[in-house]
């Protein structure tokens, strides 16, 4: 009598081929989260904000850590800060980094921030709209219905690849071709590494000729008392 055992092999061969053909391939792993959550106690106030993680340490708004002291979250302090540029670079960051080690951003992007008072991370997909008319800030049209909320402010902005490359300062809206449309205001850390090093900001010679949103603005995220 033959054998069966060398053709329920192969039928299970040809079978595991076939799921393997057919089988959708899996999806790309989620990038490591690249901000925390901070709460700020000041001088009888309390606030949410977001610090970005850059290398071995923080980044973020300067008007965040300007709230107060941290009371929840990372124990961070500010060592070396550009007020009028609205960014600071926080403990376990290298403000003395190449500026041409950080790629500056550049077509699609996503921010990740904590709105205020929320405990989960939000993740908002963009893509790099033109430079403000304030520099080193460029203005991220987002690919979203909403517009980003307080708190979002010190989170991280991602280029296509995953590296961090800015900072998020504020947010607008305005109407294109008659709908409303949300924007996000970045900081590349690449201009504020070459800011922070001695080299003023410079404003861009062109807009492309696109319309630019309002100042930036965002919602009150202090805490009820």
């Known amino acids: 009598m033959r054998s069966l055992i060398p053709a329920a092999i192969a039928a299970t061969a040809l079978v595991g081929a076939l799921a393997l053909w057919s089988g959708a391939p899996p999806a790309p792993a989620a990038p490591d989260p690249c901000t925390d959550r901070v709460f ?3 001088d009888g106030s309390f606030s949410w904000g977001s ?4 290398r071995k340490g923080y ?5 965040v850590i300007a709230e107060g002291t941290v009371s929840s979250g990372p124990p961070l302090v500010s060592i070396g800060s550009l007020e009028a540029t609205d960014f600071a670079f926080l403990t376990g960051s290298d403000p003395k980094a190449d500026p041409a080690s950080v790629p500056f951003p550049a077509g699609p992007v996503t921010l990740e921030g904590f709105p205020a008072r929320a405990t989960a991370r939000e993740r908002v997909n963009g893509e790099v709209y033109a430079p403000d008319t ?3 800030g460029l203005w991220i049209i987002l690919d979203h219905p909403e517009p980003l909320v307080g708190g979002f402010s010190g989170g991280c902005v991602r280029d296509g690849q995953g590296r961090v490359v800015a ?3 504020g947010a607008s809206t305005m109407h294109l071709d008659g709908q409303p449309r949300h924007f996000a205001r970045v900081i590349p850390i690449r201009s504020a590494l070459s800011e922070i090093q001695g080299e003023p900001p410079i404003a861009p010679a062109s807009l492309f000729g696109k319309p630019l949103p309002p100042a930036s603005r965002w919602p009150d995220t202090r805490a009820d008392p």
């Open 40 to 42: 700020l106690e000041g």
């Open 51 to 54: 610090v970005t993680r850059w």
């Open 59 to 63: 980044l973020t708004a300067f008007h």
């Open 134 to 136: 304030v520099a080193p």
């Open 167 to 169: 900072v998020i300062m």
